[in-house]
């Protein structure tokens, strides 16, 4: 067994414990190894120890590591550009980083054009970090209701990232985010069909999943320093 393949296996079972700890079926969470730092022998370990889905933040990288790997699903995670649109969509089985109305009308545009409609995530920076990106969670129902006038978008839910502290410091973050989630999807906006929170990596995972997180994004774990 490759290193990457027991490291992933601790993080399965850790997403297990977390899950059982709150009384969630830890099928209902989905583990996207964060490839950013790994070349293409860390990624087919990866694969062949049975993961799924891969998170790159980077356009070129991403771009590359679809090309040679097309049979699993890969995230976009990073900041996306409003140029680079073009380069992601379609290719990417979930945005991530959508963290204004601005970049969720050119994703609509280049969706359009390629006849594709592209699943997103609101990015919302709960924490109010300057150095996060992401919109404050008063602009988020602004930005929900603008995609309801966007044919090529399909907003799945919502994203954050929070502060590098110790996990109980953060939980608070997941909370809101769940608790804004769970606001949102009340409000029932016709068309939108709100599934996911992607919120906690390698540093905070477990209190994301006893939060509500649906997915997690980890690098380090799985994949070493």
């Not at 990073?78 to 050119?106: C, P, W």
Request: proline share 3%; charged share 25%; glycine share 8%.
């Amino acid at each position: 067994m490759s290193q990457v393949a027991e490291r992933y296996e601790s993080v399965r079972r850790r997403v297990r414990d977390a899950a059982d700890a709150v009384g969630r079926d830890a099928d209902d969470i989905t583990i996207v190894a964060v490839a950013k730092t790994v070349g293409p022998p860390e990624v087919r370990d990866a694969v062949a120890a049975g993961v799924t889905d891969f998170g790159e933040n980077r356009v070129q990288e991403f771009v590359a590591k679809c090309g040679l790997f097309p049979d699993v699903r890969w995230h976009f995670i990073g900041t996306l550009q409003s140029n680079k649109v073009q380069h992601v969509v379609g290719k990417a089985s979930l945005i991530h980083s959508v963290d204004s109305l601005h970049l969720l009308e050119r994703i609509d545009r280049v969706a359009g054009a390629l006849g594709v409609v592209q699943p997103v995530l609101l990015q919302v920076n709960v924490s109010h970090e300057g150095s996060k990106h992401g919109v404050d969670r008063m602009e988020v129902e602004e930005m929900l209701r603008g995609s309801l006038e966007l044919p090529g978008v399909s907003v799945r839910g919502l994203m954050t990232m929070a502060p590098l502290a110790r996990p109980e410091s953060v939980r608070w973050v997941f909370r809101e985010l769940r608790q804004l989630f769970e606001s949102l999807s009340a409000m029932r906006f016709n068309g939108v069909e709100m599934t996911e929170l992607s919120m906690g990596m390698t540093n905070d995972f477990g209190v994301a999943i006893e939060e509500g997180a649906t997915i997690v994004r980890i690098g380090r774990a799985i994949f070493g320093r």
